[in-house]
């Protein structure tokens, strides 16, 4: 079955930059779409980045423009989200998910279980 | 403030229906399909319905539906697993963007 697995997420200063991955199986990666949402504690759900199934066609959230950059390598089936410039209220759980195509919209198809990535000096 | 408008909290008995709503505008919800997750006490979320479709698993007490600019979850038959946060979201043409709704926390008397 579909599974998908985050990791790289920690502990890291203002300004600072990692990069998450997230690792899929299960279904063909490369012939997916991909996304990042994020939940800050406490808080809802926030769409970060899509990325087309062949890496052409990318999105971001005005809050992450700039500063996050998704990516991917389908001979390797991982997804890639690095992020500089970081800020306090980038902390979050970071999931990743798969996207599906119904009636003409893009939807989060199945999600991984997340990365927590917390900035803080 | 989120660009979807959801309920804060709704509540029902078990074997209720319950219904829960999702507004946004005519560039969000007025033209595009709305997808809806369950996230149980904060656990990863997982998709129970695309728009009118159902994913595979998921029981058939739930069903979406869409009016105008507000999109619908139904829960019939409510079951006490179903207690968990929902959240409502599609793809928003001015921002170019995902947009989520701010949730809806739901209780199982």
């Known amino acids: 079955q579909v599974q998908l697995v985050e990791s790289g997420g920690g502990v890291v200063q203002p300004g600072g930059s990692l990069r998450l991955s997230c690792a899929a199986s299960g279904f063909s990666f490369s012939n997916y779409d991909m996304h990042w949402v994020r939940q800050a504690p406490g808080k809802g759900l926030e769409w970060v980045a899509f990325i087309r199934y062949d890496g052409n066609n990318k999105y971001y959230a005005a809050s992450v423009k700039g500063r996050f950059t998704i990516s991917r390598d389908n001979s390797k089936n991982t997804l890639y989200l690095q992020m500089n410039s970081l800020r306090a209220e980038d902390t979050a759980l970071y999931y990743c998910a798969k996207a599906i195509a119904v009636a003409g919209t893009s939807h989060f198809d199945c999600w991984g279980q997340g990365t927590l990535v917390t900035v803080s000096s | 403030q989120s660009a979807l408008t959801q309920e804060a909290s709704v509540s029902g008995t078990v074997g209720q229906k319950v219904t829960l709503s999702c507004t946004g505008n005519?560039?969000?919800?007025?033209?595009?399909?709305v997808g809806w997750y369950q996230q149980i006490s904060h656990g990863a979320p997982k998709t129970v319905m695309f728009?009118?479709s159902l994913p595979s698993g998921i029981p058939d007490r739930f069903s979406g539906s869409k009016s105008g600019t507000t999109a619908s979850l139904t829960i019939s038959g409510l079951q006490p697993e179903d207690e968990a946060d929902y959240y409502c979201?599609?793809?928003?043409?001015?921002?170019?963007?995902?947009?989520f709704g701010g949730g809806t926390k739901l209780t199982v008397l």
């Open positions: 728009g009118n």
């Open positions: 979201s599609t793809w928003d043409y001015s921002l170019s963007a995902w947009v």
């Open positions: 005519s560039i969000n919800i007025g033209s595009f399909a």
